[in-house]
């Protein structure tokens, strides 16, 4: 699976960098740091659990930038913002998009220790919601076009002979393939379907 | 080009203007309407006077009104600069507060720029009329307002190089001297375009932009056949500045053959002559415009399409000294320097001299009077330019805060942060003492970079006193780079500052320099900061020019709008929201007072350019400093 976190420092100020590293690093995390969005993108970082410590102000792309493209190539690292001067507006828009925490520097060991560990704990939820819906997904993807039509109609709340007769065929060949249809599924109640079907669409969604 | 009101005839006009500017009061009690005459040059030159003569005998012409008519001298050369444009602006705006003018007259390219850049100050919707503007001049300053109006003054090269091939029937070869730079550039292709219709027996030789040495020997070593012809030039071939009237004055005294020039400030530099401007007629026809407006006619309606007469001015002892044919001149020259004919033709202004030195005593005593008022304004404008300057220095820092902020909490951070690390090293009971040693030393050079910042800005904000020694204007414009390349960062855009090659001393106060660039680029920076990327780009390099030094500010932005350029340098003026309009008013009061210029101007390629120019401490002059 995604093993020890690692944390990425994106900060082009070396000194700066260097030492929030030092900290990390002496408080038992594994870091990696990068002097810009380019440096960090080049980076191959794979899956592996984590979080973002982003400046925002960096040569070329900024880091709210770094932010937004990430979430569209649907990295899903939790981020959170250092910034030296912050302004209301930056940070309003940072957290608006998703950002954990936004601090400006100076910033002290307990403020970072506590920023970084929420941003590992969401990073934590978020994979495991992750997992749950891919496994969902994967279980859905498992149906057959029949089965699906007799999923949506029971969703739906049609019975069995409603089913059979919108489909054209009989009342027993429905009971089989929708006892498929839940066996493939992992549910028993049409209520544990109802809930299924709800997380479905909502973890569809970004 | 800058041709000036110009040294003409004698003062045949002294006695009759002066008698016209006591007698206007009795009239007084008619309707009257006030013409405002700002003249370029000294109150006493003679085109000035002739120019006032033709003025008031157009004004005349319309018996049903009285036109009082009030007469301003600027004085270039002699007094010039910005700060000097603004307290004499200010001035006649409230000098004549009470007697606001109906007309305003402007005579010759000085009072014309002035006016135009100074509007504001002095009654900024009564339309203008000027006289004694050469074309070249009204065309460099773009299209004017619609309610300045005047015909551009023309002057007559064909018509001379003409005239000297009669006075001189046995000449062949025609020499034209022109010089180097925009004015020399464009007297030589007009020359060349002329070159078609010379007199047949004419060959042109172009000696343009021809080294000093060169043109020395070659003008000695003339013949008989041989005229010159020459319009004078701003920059010689060696690329060094001069005069017109001074050019003229060299290639007279060097040539051995007659030399002729088209500018009536050339008469006794040693040219024989030529058809120059006349400067009565000239303000006679402005006049008819000045009649049209009082009348009440739409200044825009009325187009400028005439160009203005000329006159034939002609030395005599140069005839003498060439062997000149008299008859041959024409009947309508105005001969100088005849000495018997001048005197007995001018024998009763001899007489009334003595009278006219009486009333120009008083009219001395007020110059005098103004003059003194006029030093303690600029005086109150230094200690005031002072705490302004300070006070804007203030603003400056109070727009970088961001990036001061970010200058300075960026090893902040990091020196807590090592801090932190430090402490969890003491908690872990280990050894580690190289860790240790690296952890201060990052601390400690973190500190210093903090430290460094505040100093920087401490030099900006103290309110110090003024202080006048050398310095480098590389290190200035290198200072400049470190306070506002965060800030540039900050804003996403490119503040390309190359070191320079040309490096220069500079006597003064360096800090108000500073000021004055870090002004000009925060400007540039704010004027491309919502355009796109590649766009947003601003450039700084340093020129050295003999002894002056120029260092330039240039943005690839929108440019500044010609409405606004006359104003730019005003106290108040801004185009900006949160602007206080006064950074460019006291950069100009800076550079003022370091006895520079600062100008601005829009580029071709777009975007805006400013220019600070200083004048260079020469190493004698530094010899001299340090003895």
Redesign the interface.
């Given at each position: 699976m995604s093993g020890v976190p690692l944390i990425h420092v994106v900060d082009d100020d070396d000194s700066l960098r260097t030492s929030l590293l030092r900290l990390l690093r002496e408080a038992g995390f594994d870091v990696q740091g990068y002097g810009s969005t380019g440096e960090f993108l080049l980076h191959p970082h794979g899956d592996r659990a984590g979080c973002l410590l982003l400046d925002i102000r960096l040569p070329g792309p900024s880091g709210l930038d770094l932010q937004s493209v990430l979430h569209e190539h649907g990295v899903r690292l939790p981020v959170v913002f250092l910034t030296a001067h912050g302004d209301v507006a930056t940070s309003v828009r940072a957290m608006k998009a998703g950002a954990v925490d936004f601090l400006t520097k100076p910033v002290g060991r307990e403020q970072l220790f506590d920023a970084v560990r929420r941003a590992l704990d969401r990073d934590a939820s978020d994979r495991n919601a992750r997992h749950d819906s891919n496994q969902l997904h994967g279980r859905f993807a498992a149906l057959s076009p029949r089965e699906r039509l007799i999923f949506d109609r029971v969703v739906a709340g049609r019975l069995n002979k409603q089913i059979a007769d919108e489909l054209g065929v009989s009342e027993r060949t429905v009971k089989a393939q929708r006892a498929s249809m839940l066996l493939k599924l992992r549910v028993e109640t049409v209520a544990d379907l109802g809930r299924l079907a709800d997380q479905l669409t909502r973890s569809r969604d970004p | 080009m800058k041709a000036r009101w110009s040294l003409q005839r004698s003062g045949r006009g002294t006695v009759v203007s002066l008698i016209a500017l006591l007698s206007v009061h009795a009239f007084a009690e008619q309707q009257t309407r006030n013409v405002l005459a700002l003249y370029a040059n000294a109150r006493t030159l003679p085109a000035n006077i002739e120019a006032d003569h033709g003025l008031r005998a157009a004004l005349a012409d319309t018996q049903a009104r009285h036109v009082e008519v009030y007469s301003e001298f600027l004085d270039v050369p002699r007094f010039s600069g910005p700060s000097y444009a603004h307290t004499v602006a200010t001035f006649l705006g409230n000098k004549y507060a009470e007697h606001p003018p109906d007309v305003i007259f402007i005579g010759g390219s000085d009072a014309l720029a002035f006016a135009l850049v100074n509007r504001s100050l002095m009654f900024p919707t009564v339309p203008m009329v000027h006289a004694g503007v050469p074309t070249p001049f009204l065309k460099s300053l773009g299209k004017l307002p619609a309610d300045v109006i005047g015909d551009p003054m023309e002057v007559d090269s064909l018509r001379t190089i003409e005239l000297a091939f009669r006075l001189h029937p046995k000449a062949t070869q025609l020499i034209l001297v022109t010089g180097a730079g925009d004015f020399g550039k464009a007297w030589e292709t007009r020359l060349r375009d002329e070159a078609p219709r010379f007199p047949s027996r004419a060959t042109p030789h172009f000696f343009a932009k021809m080294p000093t040495e060169t043109l020395r020997e070659r003008l000695a070593a003339l013949t008989g056949d041989a005229v010159v012809f020459t319009p004078g030039y701003f920059i010689d071939g060696d690329g060094h500045g001069t005069t017109p009237h001074d050019a003229a004055t060299f290639v007279a005294s060097i040539a051995a053959a007659p030399v002729y020039g088209p500018y009536a400030t050339f008469i006794d530099t040693g040219v024989v002559g030529g058809y120059a401007p006349n400067f009565y007629e000239i303000a006679y026809q402005a006049g008819g415009y000045v009649n049209a407006v009082l009348d009440g006619a739409d200044p825009a309606s009325m187009s400028s399409t005439y160009s203005t007469p000329t006159a034939l001015n002609i030395d005599w002892r140069q005839v003498e000294r060439w062997g000149i044919e008299p008859n041959m001149i024409p009947k309508d020259a105005y001969i100088q320097f005849r000495e018997p004919s001048l005197f007995e033709a001018h024998r009763v202004e001899v007489f009334t001299a003595a009278g006219v030195i009486v009333l120009q005593s008083a009219l001395i005593i007020s110059m005098f009077v103004e003059r003194r008022r006029r030093h303690a304004a600029e005086r109150l404008l230094e200690t005031r330019g002072l705490e302004l300057a300070h006070t804007s220095r203030v603003a400056i820092a109070g727009e970088l805060?961001?990036?001061i902020?970010?200058?300075i909490?960026?090893?902040?951070?990091?020196?807590?942060?090592?801090a932190?690390?430090g402490?969890?090293?003491l908690e872990s009971d280990a050894d580690r003492r190289d860790d240790l040693r690296a952890?201060f030393a990052?601390i400690r050079?973190?500190d210093l970079?903090a430290s460094e910042v505040i100093r920087r800005l401490r030099t900006l904000l103290d309110n110090h006193q003024y202080e006048r020694a050398p310095f480098q204007i590389n290190d200035v414009v290198s200072d400049v780079s470190s306070i506002l390349s965060v800030e540039a960062?900050?804003r996403?855009m490119m503040l390309d500052i190359p070191r320079s090659s040309a490096d220069a001393t500079v006597v003064g106060d360096r800090i108000q320099i500073t000021q004055v660039l870090i002004n000009l680029v925060l400007n540039a920076m704010d004027a491309v900061c919502d355009l796109p990327e590649e766009r947003r780009w601003v450039v700084v390099s340093t020129h050295v020019d003999g002894d002056r030094v120029t260092v330039e500010v240039l943005d690839r932005g929108n440019g500044i709008a010609p409405e606004h350029l006359p104003q730019l340098f005003d106290s108040f003026f801004t185009t900006k929201l949160k602007g206080m309009g006064l950074g460019l008013s006291i950069a100009r009061t800076l550079v003022t007072t370091h006895g520079g210029r600062i100008w601005a101007e829009n580029r071709t390629a777009g975007g805006a350019i400013f220019r600070v120019e200083l004048p260079v401490l020469t190493s004698a002059q530094g010899a001299a400093n340090s003895a």
């Open positions: - | 805060t961001a990036s902020a970010h200058e909490n960026q090893p902040l951070g990091a020196i807590l942060s090592n932190d690390t402490e969890l090293i952890i990052d050079r973190d970079r960062r900050r996403g």
